[in-house]
C-alpha cells in the first residue's frame, strides 16, 4: 500500500511540474529547437565575437566573476549596491541564451557557472542570490537565466530551488517598488510546482497596489503614465501573466489598457516608446527611449503574445526589435547607445539632446556608459526574438509567429519528429518558405500570421494557391496531413506607407521596416581619456568604433531562398572568441 501511494505522489508531482498557465494561448520555452539562419545568424554571431563574447570590452562589473561569486565595488560613491547584480543578471540572461542558440560552449559554461554557484550558495532557508542585498529586484532579472536554463535541460533542480526561494517571502515584501517583479518568477514556479500559496502571494500582493508604479489603480484609468521607463516595463506585463494563470478577465483587461496608454502617450515611430530614464511622451518625435528598454519592452510584448496568441503583439514585437533594437548598436554588436531616437545624425560625446543628462555621452556609440545597465541589457532583444520565432499551441498546433530565417524541431505524438525550415529574408523581403521534413504522413495544425499592415497575403501549398481567405491581423490555420518535402509558400505583399506624425512630419514604413536615409559616415574611434568621468570604467579593447549612421545593411532586398554574396552557408566557421578575457582581432 504504501508502494502504491509513493508511485500515485509522483504521477501528481510530475504532473504539477509539467503545468503551463492554462489560460495562455501558445507555449514558448523552445530555445533548444530553433536553429537561426540567414541574417539573423549571422547577426547573432557578429554578437557573439563583439560585445557579448568580450564582457572586459564592457569593463566593470561585466569583467567579473558575474554571479559565480561575490562582486566587489569599483567605487564607494557610485551607484546601490543591487546594480551590479542587476546589470549581471541581465547581461547573463543574453549570454546563456546566445550561447544556446549558437552552440558555444564557452558561453554556455560561463553562464552556467554563474547558475551552479547560486543554487550552491542559497541561505540556510533557500534563499537565492547575495545575502548582503535586501532587494529581491536582482533575483527578478536572474529568476530569466533560471528560466533558461530549465527550459533547455529540463533540471527539475530550478524550479525546487525557486519554491524554496520564494516561500521565504512575505506579501508585505514583495509589494515592496520593484520586488513585485517577483511575481514573474512566482507565477512560472507555481505553474511548475502546483504551490498554490505561491499564487496566492502574487495575487494578494498585485492587488494591494502598494509598490507605487504601474499599479491596478493607474492600469484602469485613463491617464497618462508618469514614472520610469524599465519600471513601467516590467511592470507591464504582471496583469498579463495573472490573467495567463488564473484567467479572471479583470487581469486582462488591466493589462489591455494599460499597453493601449503606453502606446497612445509615448510610442515613437520605431516601436518603443519614449523612455530616457522616465517616460518622457511622444510629443517630440526625437524624443529617446533608453536601450533597457528596448529588451525590457519586447519581452513583455513575447509575454502578451504568448497569453493571448494576438497577432497584434507580433506585430509591434518585430518593429521594435527591427527599428529600435537594431538602431541602438552598431552593425558589428561592438558599440551601443545608451539612449537612442529617430532622427539622430550626431553620435558624438556630446549630442545627447534629452533633458536627462544633456549634451553627455548617453547617446554616442560605446561598449560601455556611465551607468551600467544598457550594456548588460542589450544582449537580450534578439536571443529572446529568435527564441519566440516558434510557438506551440495547446492542440498541438505549430505556429510561425515572427518571421525571419530559420529553423525548429517539434516533438509529435508517438515519438515522432517534424522539422521545419523556413527560407527568406524576412523582413527585407516579403516571401517566406516553409518546408517539411517529416518520416510519416501527419496531420499538423500550422499557423502561419498575417500582419496588420499587409492588404494582400497569399499561400501556395506545394506550388498551389490556398483558396480560403487570409485577413490581417489574424493567424491562418493550414490543417492537413503534412508529408516529407511539403512546402508552404507566404507571400506578404510590403507596401510602403506613409504616417504622418501631427505637427511632425511624415515616416515611411515598407512592412515592420522604418525607412531611413544611410548619411554619409564621419567615425572616429575614442581615446580612453573620454571615459574619465565614468567611475573608472575603461573598456580593455584596442580599437572603439563609433559610427552615427543607424541604417541596417546586413544583407540587401532578396529573394527569398537566395543568400547575400558573403553570407553563403559555407562561410558559417568562425573564431571562437573568450569570454573571460581578450582584445578585439582586427
Known sequence: MKKLFSIIALCLVGTATNAQAPYAQFQGGMIGCIEPQGWIEEFLHRQQTGLTGHPEAMSYPYDSCLWAGE??????????????????????????????????????????????????????????????????????????????????????????????????????????????????????????????????????????????????????????????????????????????????????????????????????????????????????????HETCDISDYTWTLEQFLLTTGEVRWADKIEKAVFNAGLGAVTKDFRSLQYFSSVNQVLATGRSNHNEFFHGSTWMAFRPTHETECCAGNVHRFMPNYVAHMWLRGKDGSIAAALYGPSAATFDLPNGRQCHIAQRTSYPFDGEIEFSFGLKERTDIPFLLRIPAWCRDARIYVNGKLWRDACPAGTFVTLRRKFRNGDRIRLCLSMQPVMNTVPGQGIYVQRGPLLLSCSPAENSRPDGLCEYERQSSRQPRIRMLEHRACRTLELCPLLRSGHTPEGHSDKTRSRRKLSVRSGTYAR
Open 71 to 288: 562582486i566587489g565595488r569599483n567605487t564607494e560613491t557610485y551607484g546601490s549596491d543591487w546594480w551590479r547584480y542587476e546589470q549581471t543578471a541581465y547581461y547573463t540572461d543574453g549570454l546563456l541564451r546566445l550561447g544556446y542558440l549558437l552552440g558555444d560552449r564557452e558561453m554556455i559554461a560561463k553562464a552556467e557557472e554563474g547558475i551552479r554557484y547560486t543554487l550552491a550558495n542559497a541561505s540556510s532557508t533557500g534563499v537565492l542570490g547575495n545575502k548582503a542585498i535586501e532587494s529581491m529586484w536582482p533575483m527578478c532579472v536572474y529568476f530569466r537565466v533560471l528560466q533558461a536554463y530549465y527550459e533547455r535541460t529540463g533540471d527539475p533542480a530550478i524550479p525546487a530551488a525557486l519554491e524554496r526561494h520564494y516561500m521565504n517571502f512575505t506579501q508585505e515584501q514583495v509589494e515592496k517598488w520593484r520586488n513585485i517583479v517577483s511575481i514573474e518568477g512566482m507565477l512560472w514556479t507555481y505553474g511548475k510546482t502546483g504551490n498554490a500559496k505561491l499564487l496566492d502571494i502574487c495575487e494578494r500582493a498585485y492587488n494591494g497596489g502598494k509598490f507605487g508604479d504601474l499599479t491596478p489603480a493607474v492600469a484602469a484609468g485613463d491617464e497618462r503614465f508618469v514614472m520610469h521607463g524599465v519600471t513601467c516595463m516590467e511592470e507591464l506585463k504582471l496583469p498579463m501573466l495573472l490573467y495567463a494563470y488564473t484567467g479572471k478577465r479583470y487581469y486582462l483587461d488591466l493589462a489591455l489598457n494599460a499597453e493601449r496608454k503606453l502606446t497612445r502617450d509615448h510610442m515613437l515611430p520605431d516601436g518603443v516608446p519614449a523612455s530616457a530614464e522616465a517616460l518622457v511622451g511622444n510629443g517630440n518625435v526625437i524624443n529617446s
